[in-house]
T-cell receptor, first 113, second 116 residues
Framework: AQSVTQLDSHVSVSEGTPVLLRCNYSSSYSPSLFWYVQHPNKGLQLLLKYTSAATLVKGINGFEAEFKKSETSFHLTKPSAHMSDAAEYFCVVSDPGYSTLTFGKGTMLLVSP | NAGVTQTPKFQVLKTGQSMTLQCAQDMNHNSMYWYRQDPGMGLRLIYYSASEGTTDKGEVPNGYNVSRLNKREFSLRLESAAPSQTSVYFC???????????????FGAGSRLTVL
């Protein structure tokens, strides 16, 4: 069965400091993994995806994530936070044995000046 | 290119009333989905349609029905609304015919439903 756990419901950073949003997954196979972002009162937008190519994946707006099979993790990072990064972030897993995606419960990123 | 369009954006219902949420996509995607989003719960799949002419239950289908009207349109119906169905509903679509777009969802802007 596929599942995903986002380890923090809220993360607070100051503008200009690094961002780390943590995600662990469970999958019976080699999964596809995604990060989506949702700005207030908006739909979700794809940030990046991992589909068994390079383990370090670069996304939009300076975000990247590293697939670590030994740790079953897919953490999202950004070197320097910007005020516009304040949003909710969702880690998502798709197991080849499943035809649908499983979403994590989300991490709210708060960025202070 | 509009992407995924949902209507209505807001709706208030009384318990027991019925309504239909409409969704249309103009990207020629074969798969369409309905999710609900509740605080602290992430997104939960209600129903999906892998291709035109097929529909399947997701994680939380009770109290809902769907219709894949054609390749573009996928509607969600609440036959007898309950307060537990107060939520934000998202329609999404994806092109799962090849590996490049596999499972990459394009979302609508959402429909906020309140059931009193």
């Amino acid at each position: 069965a596929q599942s995903v756990t986002q380890l923090d419901s809220h993360v607070s950073v100051s503008e200009g400091t690094p961002v780390l949003l943590r995600c662990n997954y469970s999958s019976s196979y080699s999964p596809s993994l995604f990060w989506y972002v949702q700005h207030p009162n908006k739909g979700l937008q794809l940030l990046l995806k991992y589909t068994s190519a390079a383990t370090l994946v670069k996304g939009i707006n300076g975000f990247e994530a590293e697939f670590k099979k030994s740790e079953t993790s897919f953490h999202l990072t950004k070197p320097s936070a910007h005020m516009s990064d304040a949003a909710e972030y969702f880690c998502v897993v798709s197991d080849p044995g499943y035809s649908t995606l499983t979403f994590g419960k989300g991490t709210m990123l708060l960025v202070s000046p | 290119n509009a992407g995924v369009t949902q209507t209505p954006k807001f709706q208030v219902l009384k318990t027991g009333q019925s309504m239909t949420l409409q969704c249309a996509q103009d990207m020629n995607h074969n798969s369409m989905y309905w999710y609900r989003q509740d605080p602290g719960m992430g997104l939960r799949l209600i129903y999906y349609s892998a291709s035109e002419g097929t529909t399947d239950k997701g994680e939380v289908p009770n109290g809902y029905n769907v219709s894949r009207l054609n390749k573009r349109e996928f509607s969600l119906r609440l036959e007898s609304a309950a307060p537990s169905q107060t939520s934000v509903y998202f329609c999404a679509s994806s092109d799962n015919r090849g590996t490049a777009g596999a499972n990459v969802l394009t979302f609508g802007a959402g429909s906020r439903l309140t059931v009193l």
